[in-house]
Each structure stands twice: as structure tokens, then as C-alpha cells.
């Protein structure tokens, strides 16, 4: 086992980032050799509706996805990026009238599960919640989306929890909101 580094206090170096471009929406930084992005946080939200016994899922046209794949919609969660000092609860009630025409009544406690760093190449993180709600915590309003193109192709379906197995999620987050939602149900 002398191949594995052995855990320890090791002293602290203070490293500097540098500034390789600077983008609209992200930057590109190099520390200690390694060259990775800066983009803002973003919340992801899977909505329950309890007494439906339904999720809300987003039938989505996501470009970086169609490169690969060439298909036409891609099976996430509702997310958004979270604007400048905007709180990541206001960014999830702003993203769920957006994307899904969900409305919360004043007062609703929004709860993330957890924050995880997006990957090792990037310095941004996804704020994750699985939101079970009642009927009479919203209301229904029309989703206008963000005004985007892309947003206008894309739509939010409701899917019966009987069916969340058969479901196939495009990206890695959106899985870990099934699964967790489904700790959520008991399933």
C-alpha cells in the first residue's frame, strides 16, 4: 500500500488564479497549472405534486447534448442559472414560473438536499432539490420561459411516479434527482 499517499497535514501554499479569458458568461482561469472554468451556480429542481402523484420533468433542446447525440429533445430537470447576487431559493421560485409555470405561494420553505461542484474542470455548482408540493402551495400560471429560443422549443411534462423507472434521463444530475426523489416516494 506505499503507492497511496498517506493523509496528513501538509503545509498550505497560497496559489493565485490566472485570468486566461474573460467571457460573456464565463471565464477561464489557470492555478497551479490546471486550466478550468468559471460559470455562475445553478439550482435543479424536481417537483413532486403530491396529490397527482406526478414529477415535473423538462423535454429540453439542448444544443452541447445535440452535437453529440443529434437528437431533437433531451429528458432534465428544471434548472436555471443563478443571477449575480440572486439567492439560490429566489433563482429556484424564479426558474419554476419560468420553465414550468409553477407559482409558490408566499412563505414556502424551499429546501436544497445538497451542493455539489459541477465537475473538476469547472468552479461552478449545482444547488440539487427534490420539492414535494401540495396543490394548494401554488398556483398555475403560463410558463414563459426565459425568452430564449431554445426555451420556447422546450417544454415541462408531467410524468405519474409509476413511471419514473422507465424513465432516461440526458445528463448525471437529473438521474441523481430521480434516484433521490424516489427515496423521497419510497419506491
Known amino acids: 500500500m506505499e503507492k497511496f499517499s498517506k493523509l496528513g497535514k501538509k503545509k498550505k501554499v497560497k496559489l493565485k488564479n490566472q485570468l486566461l479569458h474573460d467571457l460573456d458568461y464565463m471565464k477561464i482561469y489557470s492555478r ?5 472554468v468559471e460559470e455562475p451556480d445553478n439550482i435543479c429542481v424536481l417537483p413532486i405534486i403530491i396529490e ?10 439542448i444544443p452541447s447534448f445535440q452535437s453529440r447525440d443529434n437528437q431533437d429533445f433531451h429528458l432534465t430537470c428544471i434548472s436555471g442559472t443563478i443571477d449575480g447576487e440572486e439567492k439560490p431559493e429566489t433563482c429556484l421560485i424564479r426558474e419554476l414560473e419560468e420553465e414550468a409555470g409553477i407559482r409558490l405561494k408566499e412563505n414556502f420553505e424551499v429546501k436544497f438536499f445538497d451542493v455539489l461542484y459541477k465537475s473538476k474542470s469547472q468552479s461552478s455548482k449545482f444547488h ?3 420539492l414535494p408540493i401540495h396543490i394548494y402551495e401554488f398556483t398555475e400560471v403560463k410558463a414563459e420561459g426565459d425568452g430564449s429560443v431554445i426555451e420556447k422549443e422546450s417544454k415541462t411534462v408531467k ?7 422507465n424513465l432516461f434521463p ?13 427515496k423521497y ?3
Open 185 to 187: 416516494l419510497d419506491i
Open 128 to 130: 440539487l432539490c427534490v
Open 32 to 36: 497551479n497549472g490546471w486550466v478550468y
Open 52 to 61: 397527482d402523484n406526478q414529477i415535473l420533468v423538462r423535454m429540453e433542446v
Open 159 to 165: 410524468v405519474s411516479v409509476d413511471n419514473i423507472d
Open 170 to 182: 440526458s445528463d448525471i444530475v437529473t438521474r441523481l434527482l430521480l434516484e433521490e426523489s424516489k
